[in-house]
């Protein structure tokens, strides 16, 4: 099993989220979001800057121009690195009851928001999940919106193939991930076939795919990452000391370091050295594919 090293330390996130390596600046990106907090790390040095805010942060990324981008609880921001201050970009969901989950780029640059029922009261903490009324979005570099996905009771899993003909997300409340064929011209997603039913430990959160077509899962309840075949075998998994890993992405200088966010938030005891929350980075064999920053 390969060794694994925590980032942060004693600093948790209550819900680590969204993790994004940009291969321009060699730092890690994420989110917390309970914790209304995006955060990015510079490996070499070990700093870690902080930008906070008013509203729930599910995601941020780096964009072309060199700002960033932020998804707060009712849409996506520009973020300004230095200041903080943020601008409005676009709301893709108009669903007042909606609030942002999984979010992140596509091969060619555009963001694909994805929302869910908030499920957070106005502390944070979680409250009842009652209804299926998230859903997926692809927003270009304008900030026109396209909707993929409907009727999503948790958004989660949002990765390509290598090859850029496969796309892969999840439903985390209902525990499946399903693949489609991808068209990057449309953009469309046609085809769906289940990829991962409810056999294995915990539910689908956040992924990341490397450079042979595998899949690698973090198992949200279960303390693991699992690696799946593009067929849907099960290919190594990862035991973490956490309860609840959140996503994960490929990362370091020749993307070979799997960084993997993990949450606090919804255990209802914890020991005084517990580690639930921490940012792990883990070494693999295996690269993965470089991720893009929003054309935008």
């Known amino acids: 099993m390969p060794a694994w090293e925590i980032i942060e330390r004693p600093e948790r996130d209550q ?45 941020v990324f780096p964009t072309t121009k060199g ?19 943020t601008k409005v970009f676009a709301k893709p969901d108009a669903d007042p009851g909606n609030r942002s989950n999984e979010c992140g780029t596509d091969p060619q640059g555009r963001i694909w928001f994805g929302t869910m029922a908030d ?9 009842p999940l009652t209804r299926s009324s998230g859903g997926l979005f692809c927003v270009d570099a304008q900030g026109r919106s396209k909707q993929m996905l409907s009727h ?4 989660n899993v949002l990765c390509w193939s290598p090859d850029g003909t496969r796309f892969y997300t999840a439903d985390t409340r209902e525990g499946l991930v399903w693949s489609f064929d991808y068209d990057p011209d449309g953009p469309a997603i046609t085809n769906r076939k289940l990829f ?3 056999a294995f430990p915990g539910d689908p959160d956040g992924a990341a795919v490397d450079e042979e077509g595998c899949l690698w899962n973090a198992r949200w309840g279960a ?36 960084y993997v966010t993990s949450a606090y938030q919804e255990l209802k ?8 929350g921490s940012l792990f980075a883990i070494p693999l064999d295996v690269a993965g594919s470089p991720m893009q920053r929003f054309a935008g």
């Open 119 to 127: 499920n957070l009261g106005p502390d944070g903490a979680g409250v």
């Open 67 to 85: 700002d960033a981008m932020v998804a707060l609880r009712d849409g996506l921001y520009r973020l300004d690195l230095e200041s903080g201050a």
């Open 269 to 276: 005891s914890m020991a005084p050295d517990s580690l639930d």
């Open 152 to 155: 999503v009771g948790i958004t």
């Open 196 to 198: 991962l039913d409810k």
């Open 15 to 59: 819900l680590g989220e969204a993790p994004f390596w940009d291969v321009e600046s060699q730092s890690l990106f994420w989110a917390d979001i309970p914790g209304k907090q995006a955060k990015r790390l510079h490996p070499s040095s070990g700093a870690i800057t902080r930008w906070s805010f008013e509203l729930f942060c599910s995601a």
């Open 223 to 258: 303390g693991q990452v699992i690696r799946f075949t593009p067929d849907g075998r099960v290919d190594r998994t990862i035991e973490l000391p956490v309860r609840q890993p959140s996503s994960c992405c490929f990362g370091g200088p020749d993307l070979r370091t799997l």
